[in-house]
């Protein structure tokens, strides 16, 4: 029986090819061309990396990292039924795992909203993308009045046992009435999120005055991010169409009306071992890594088995995370905006 890296390593190389032909062209009618930011709709950029044939660009004014160009609609939508998606699912939903790093980081949030929410009981509180629930039931028991948007349908059953109130429609689609909620809350999402703008609208619309707004998302400035670009994880033209940094997502965030009140930074994973790790092991995002030549693969070899030595890791992790604190730079962060 293939192993589980085999199975997603071969399902994702048959994704592949409905995009681009074995001339490595692209193939149109799978794509959307930009030509442009998707936020502030300015057409100067740089390009930021190339992965397995995307191009990722960085918008010279706000600063969005952005795929152009992207997946069309039914691409999309194709790739989130496909195999690759349910052989993830097995080990990032299905498997039950006490204190998963998903699950630790939305107890996290979960303190960051309840310090700026008083008088929790019979509030509203809407989570996009809930996956297991962890974060939604964690609300309920405290008393919100807890909405979820899920589009998986082996995740709906799952939070029905949380709530009645679930959403299974994209949130533009759905009829909720306005200044409904008094919080909304969502992680891992933003980036999967083509077309930002209306997005944030309808999230500003639904929102009451007031109302708190917390998006938790990877911070594509962060030092791991730019020493790594399309060898870190994150980097998934599939599933990831754009890349927010603190600047770019306010700018987004405060073009449809929200006003920042705080930033928070996730400083893990922005060690040099893991930046090693990185580029030694390309991640299982990335399906053809460039072959480089023997020494530099050497090189990384004989760092990482360096700096996973005691002494050596101890100070990695100390002063790594001490200048990703210094610079505000960390890996992850979480917006918290108020309408």
């Not at 689609?173 to 409904?180: G, K, Q, Y």
């Not at 050596?312 to 604190?325: G, H, L, M, N, T």
């Amino acid at each position: 029986m293939e192993s589980y890296d085999a199975r997603y390593k071969k399902a994702l190389i048959k994704e592949h090819s409905k995009i681009f032909d074995s001339n490595k062209s692209i193939i149109e009618s799978a794509v959307e061309k930009l030509n442009e930011c998707p936020v502030c709709k300015n057409k100067q950029y740089k390009i930021y990396c190339v992965k397995d044939l995307f191009v990722h660009k960085k918008c010279t004014n706000c600063g969005l990292v952005y795929l152009d160009p992207k997946l069309s609609r039914e691409a999309t939508l194709a790739f989130y039924n496909s195999e690759v998606n349910e052989i993830y699912n097995e080990k990032k939903f299905h498997q039950l795992v006490e204190n998963a790093p998903d699950d630790l980081e939305n107890y996290s949030n979960y303190k960051i909203i309840k310090k700026y929410i008083s008088d929790i009981k019979g509030k509203r509180l809407l989570e996009i993308g809930p996956g297991k629930g962890t974060f939604l039931a964690k609300a309920a028991s405290d008393g919100f009045e807890v909405h979820a948007i899920e589009l998986n349908k082996s995740l709906i059953e799952k939070l029905k046992k949380i709530t009645n109130h679930i959403y299974t429609d994209d949130l533009e689609n759905i009829n909720v009435a306005e200044n409904f909620f008094d919080v909304i809350y969502f992680r891992d999402v933003m980036e999967h999120i083509d077309v930002p703008v209306p997005f944030l609208k309808k999230v500003h619309k639904i929102l009451k005055p007031g109302g708190v707004l917390l998006i938790d998302t990877h911070n594509i400035e962060s030092l791991v991010n730019k020493a790594t670009k399309e060898y870190h994880t994150v980097i998934f033209p599939f599933e990831h169409p754009l890349h927010w940094s603190p600047d770019s997502l306010n700018y987004a965030c405060s073009s449809v009306g929200f006003i920042k009140n705080n930033v928070f930074f996730d400083h893990h994973y922005q060690t040099l071992a893991r930046i090693v790790e990185y580029l030694y092991h390309p991640s299982f995002t990335f399906i053809f890594p460039p072959q480089r030549s023997k020494f530099f693969t050497f090189i990384l070899g004989r760092m990482e088995w360096i700096l996973s030595k005691g002494k050596v890791k101890r100070i990695d992790d100390k002063f790594s995370i001490f200048i990703s604190k210094l610079f505000g730079k960390g890996a992850k962060m979480q917006m918290l905006f108020t309408k």
